[in-house]
């Protein structure tokens, strides 16, 4: 099988635009840890594409097609040559959705899911209410369809509050606002990231970030490990009309696996019956959550590599790879065991360390 390899950011999709260079380290980070287990399988002809300003070292064997800015009917040409593409972009402006369309028109295999299913998952307040209606804890979240309401909005959730794009990926644009006066500068910080979206309020939920890396074939799910995110709120200073105004956006830079917590099992349990919920989920799929002194609270919904795939690949003594292709053909694994403790950053370094701990039984999604 000839097997595309999209990764929006680094691989092309920006080419000629600027590109914030952490975002790009952390895209070819992904790029270059999926191109090599993809290659090491020994079963597929994989080509990738690449901007030039970020050049993929590839295994031997591997195509690295180059994009540049005049070469958008070239990744058209790529998709029509293979015979499945794995794309890995980011949900912001619906990036991921239209590059999934953008496959299905030329009729080839996705191997991730369908863009209805992308929409599905994407879409920060829908998302909120399929949760809440399938008893799965979730922050109280609302649409802030008027800025001048943000504030009566945010005192009916109760500060802190996040505020976040209606449609994003990561912590791109995110921020905690704790009071009216940080309210409104977080808001309009987000706005100017996200001139096209609606935004959303959500009820800040205090606790240890956390992920769950989750394999899934349209029906039923299988958990590969939990996770640990580091995320922090740095503090930032904004020159406003009345001096400084402080206000929080959130980073993200890694984590480790697996994550030993308490809660480990019930982050589980909550990422089986969030998939469970989006129905049509395939392939690699990253269940974001905070947990709580007593809950797993499920933030949202990757659907798409994440990477966390940096660590998870380096924990587990399977190609992960190889077992997002086959749940992508309906076969799913059992749950795999985990055999290294790994930390892992958003610029692709891994570090590796023994450790006795499993991920436990075997659970799926039903």
């Not at 976040?164 to 791109?172: L, V």
């Not at 959130?250 to 030993?260: A, D, I, M």
Request: aromatic share 4%; proline share 6%.
């Amino acid at each position: 099988m000839r097997i595309l390899v999209h990764e929006f950011v680094s691989g092309g999709g920006l080419a000629g635009r600027d590109v914030a260079r952490s975002l790009a380290r952390e895209g070819a980070a992904m790029l270059a840890a999926l191109v090599a287990d993809l290659a090491a399988i020994r079963e597929h002809d994989i080509v990738a594409t690449a901007d030039p300003r970020f050049p993929l070292a590839a295994p031997p064997g591997v195509e690295v097609v180059t994009l540049c800015t005049a070469d958008v009917a070239r990744l058209d040409r790529l998709i029509a040559s293979a015979d499945a593409v794995w794309l890995i972009a980011p949900e912001a402006d619906r990036s991921l959705e239209r590059l999934a369309a953008r496959v299905e028109r030329h009729g080839k295999a996705l191997l991730g899911p369908r863009p209805a299913v992308i929409r599905l998952a994407s879409d920060k307040a829908g998302l909120a209410r399929r949760l809440v209606h399938h008893g799965i804890p979730h922050p109280k979240t609302c649409v802030l369809r008027n800025v001048a309401d943000s504030v009566d909005v945010a005192r009916g959730i109760g500060f802190p509050v996040v505020v976040k794009p209606a449609r994003g990926a990561g912590c791109g644009g995110v921020c905690l606002a704790r009071n009216a006066r940080e309210l409104r500068r977080a808001v309009d910080i987000v706005r100017q990231a996200h001139r096209r979206g609606s935004l959303l309020l959500q009820r800040y939920v205090p606790g240890s970030a956390a992920s769950v890396s989750m394999l899934a074939d349209g029906r039923q799910s299988v958990p590969l490990t939990v996770n640990a995110q580091s995320v922090r709120a740095s503090r930032s200073a904004a020159r406003g009309t009345r001096g400084a105004v402080p206000w929080r956006p959130f980073s993200y830079h890694g984590g480790r696996t697996p994550f030993e917590h308490r809660l480990a099992e019930r982050a589980v349990e909550a990422a089986i019956a969030t998939c469970r919920a989006v129905p049509g989920l395939r392939g690699y799929v990253g269940v974001d959550l905070v947990l709580t002194a007593s809950d797993a609270v499920v933030i949202e919904v990757n659907p798409r590599l994440t990477t966390a795939y940096l660590g998870v690949r380096r924990a587990i003594a399977e190609n992960v790879a190889a077992l997002a292709l086959a749940a992508c053909a309906g076969t799913l694994p059992a749950r795999p065991v985990v055999r290294h403790s790994v930390r892992f950053t958003t610029t692709g370094r891994v570090f590796c360390e023994p450790t006795r701990a499993s991920v436990g039984p075997v659970r799926r999604s039903s």
